[in-house]
């Protein structure tokens, strides 16, 4: 069984920085991609960041220049630095990965439980 671990969420004022970390634990062959989502209350859960392979990566336009997305595979853990934080950018940030447990098995999606970001005005 593969588990996310989210830390790093808290309340910070408009401008302010956040680093949230996430890091998987478990049956752990080979992770493939990994992101952040986040979810607004009374919004649909959306993409923040991805991050695949040593180099791809894919940011949503409401992010791109402020956020970024990095891993350290060694520790099975991917990082969101968040910079110029906006009060919109408030929400439930949500880890995601694709986990193969083991070389016999195809790759799992697997979530985390979230950290929640506020952002104050």
């Known amino acids: 069984q593969v588990q996310l671990v989210e830390s790093g969420g808290g309340l910070v004022q408009a401008g302010g920085s956040l680093r949230l970390s996430c890091a998987a634990s478990g049956s752990i062959f080979s992770i493939n991609a990994m992101g952040w989502y986040r979810q607004a209350p009374g919004k649909q859960r959306e993409l923040v960041a991805l991050i695949s392979g040593a180099v791809y990566t894919n940011y949503a336009d409401s992010v791109k220049g402020r956020f970024t997305i990095s891993r350290d595979n060694a520790k099975n853990t991917v990082y969101l630095q968040m910079n110029s934080l906006k009060p919109e950018d408030t929400a439930i940030y949500y880890c995601?990965?694709?986990?193969?447990?083991?070389?016999?098995?195809?790759?799992?999606?697997?979530w985390g439980q979230g950290t929640l970001v506020t952002v104050s005005s």
């Open positions: 995601n990965a694709y986990v193969r447990p083991s070389d016999t098995m195809r790759s799992l999606e697997v």
